[in-house]
């Protein structure tokens, strides 16, 4: 079974941390991997898109990298703000995407 | 500026009743796909369809059916026969067929049975 796993469920910092989101998945034979952000009661934003010869990709104040051969991706925030909270979802391509259950980030001032 | 527009935002069914969730997009994407999102879960997919006329059941399609008339639209309607249908509600659609094309997802439909 394809299953996606996000480590840790939870997380709260304070503003200007520097932090990582852990995403994990059973099987490698992926076509992409995609991280979403989404705000309570709200739709997704797509964050990056990394592809399956990527190693990384990288936005602003973040970055993905992807480890296909370990079956696993990391989100790196930078200098956090209040602003970044929100949960992050992970969600892997096979013939469709399947997600993680995400990381509920609280950045606090 | 494109996206995806699903509507209404939020909805309210009774016992019995049927229900149908609009999501239209102006991306010209080929692809669009029905999303489940429950608290504590992840998002599980419902329908999806590749291509006007045709469509693919996901994982949880009972209770659930699709059309795909148009390009444009991938509505869905929720059956009596779905015993659950309180969640939230997430269109999304893709470019293409080929699976390197990312996801674009609308605002979603919150559905509350009364």
């Known amino acids: 079974k394809q299953e996606v796993t996000q480590i840790p469920a939870a997380l709260s910092v304070p503003e200007g941390e520097n932090l990582v989101l852990n995403c994990s998945f059973t099987?490698?034979?992926?076509?992409?991997l995609q991280w979403f952000r989404q705000d309570p009661g709200k739709g997704l934003t797509s964050l990056l898109l990394?592809?399956?010869?990527?190693r990384e990709q990288t936005s602003g104040r973040l970055n993905a990298s992807l480890d296909k051969s370990s079956g696993r991706s990391t989100l790196y925030i930078a200098a956090s703000q209040p602003g970044d909270s929100a949960t992050y979802l992970c969600?892997?391509?096979?013939?469709?995407?399947?997600f993680g259950k995400g990381t509920m980030l609280l950045v606090s001032p | 500026d494109g996206g995806i527009t699903q509507s209404p935002k939020y909805l309210f069914r009774k016992e019995g009743q049927n229900v149908t969730l609009s999501c239209e997009q102006n991306?010209?994407?080929?692809?669009m796909y029905w999303y489940r999102q429950d608290p504590g879960q992840g998002l599980r997919l419902i329908y999806y369809?590749?291509?006007?006329?045709?469509?693919q059941k996901g994982d949880i399609a009972e209770g659930y059916s699709v059309s795909r008339e148009k390009k444009e639209s991938f509505p869905l309607t929720v059956t009596s026969a779905q015993k659950n249908p309180t969640a939230f509600y997430l269109c999304?659609?893709?470019?293409?067929?080929?699976?390197?094309?990312?996801?674009?997802f609308g605002s979603g439909t919150r559905l509350t049975v009364v």
């Open positions: 990394i592809q399956s010869s990527q």
């Open positions: 991306l010209n994407h080929d692809a």
């Open positions: 369809s590749q291509i006007v006329n045709d469509f």
């Open positions: 099987d490698s034979a992926i076509y992409n």
């Open positions: 999304a659609s893709s470019r293409g067929t080929e699976r390197n094309y990312g996801y674009t």
């Open positions: 969600a892997v391509r096979y013939s469709t995407l399947t």
